[in-house]
């Protein structure tokens, strides 16, 4: 069965630094997404990308955060600065197009310190 | 997307039947109700969606009354694997095609024991 991947699965780094997070959605899909989850807290939309561009976003997803498709199957989330709050599981998420389930990746933790 | 409300946990033991119950009164008519099953530092996975009546899977079924304002999951005979946080999530999920983000809530954490 298809499924989207994320890498790395743990990634430690210092406040202020900029961190990319990566997924590989499944492959015919064409909506994707960025979740993020807190420890003990609800799983929270950040931002969603069809057709190369933002077609949603959060108010979480400020100016500090930005997702690129570089290629034809990778979907990045890049945080240019982070902060300590931004210690999160983030999970990459994928849909067909008319479709309503989405798949998720199995997550990224990031923990900033 | 309309607000839901379900229990903040449950308790069952191996090889009962678990429901757990949604409340949606303010569904929109083009919402779908959709459940997803999260494990301990896991994505959420999907479960089962309907829009009324019943539908049924290989995992699990869904009871939606006529008023659509409520949604039963049904789980039969749970193990110990079963333990995860369940969501129920409303809205119109397609979208334009199947843009639409997803809202989850607090969900109900299901606690299966020996």
């Known amino acids: 069965e298809p499924e989207v991947t994320q890498t790395p699965s743990h990634q430690v780094t210092q406040m202020g630094q900029e961190v990319i997070l990566r997924c590989v959605p499944i492959s015919n899909h064409l909506y994707f997404y960025w979740y993020r989850q807190i420890l003990g807290q609800k799983v929270e939309f950040l931002v969603s990308f069809y057709n190369n561009e933002i077609s949603e976003k959060s108010e979480i997803f400020d100016d500090q955060f930005s997702v690129e498709r570089p290629d034809g199957s990778n979907f990045t989330l890049k945080i240019r600065s982070t902060k300590l709050e931004d210690s999160a599981m983030y999970f990459c998420?994928?849909?067909?197009?008319?479709?309503?389930?989405?798949?998720f990746g199995p997550g990224t933790r990031l923990t900033v310190t | 997307l309309a607000k839901t409300t379900q229990p903040i946990s449950m308790d069952s033991y191996e090889g009962q039947e678990v429901n757990i119950t949604c409340s949606h009164n303010?569904?929109?008519?083009?919402?779908?109700i959709t459940w997803y099953q999260q494990f301990p530092s896991q994505g959420p996975r999907f479960i089962i969606q309907?829009?009324?009546t019943k539908v049924t899977n290989e995992v699990a079924s869904l009871f939606i009354p006529a008023d659509r304002k409520s949604s039963t999951l049904s789980l039969p005979r749970v193990s110990l694997s079963d333990t995860a946080v369940y969501y129920c999530l409303v809205g119109d999920l397609s979208g334009t095609g199947g843009g639409n983000k997803l809202t989850f809530g607090t969900g109900t954490q299901l606690k299966v024991e020996l």
């Open positions: 998420a994928s849909i067909q197009f008319g479709a309503r389930e989405q798949y």
């Open positions: 309907g829009y009324k």
């Open positions: 303010n569904i929109a008519t083009n919402d779908y």
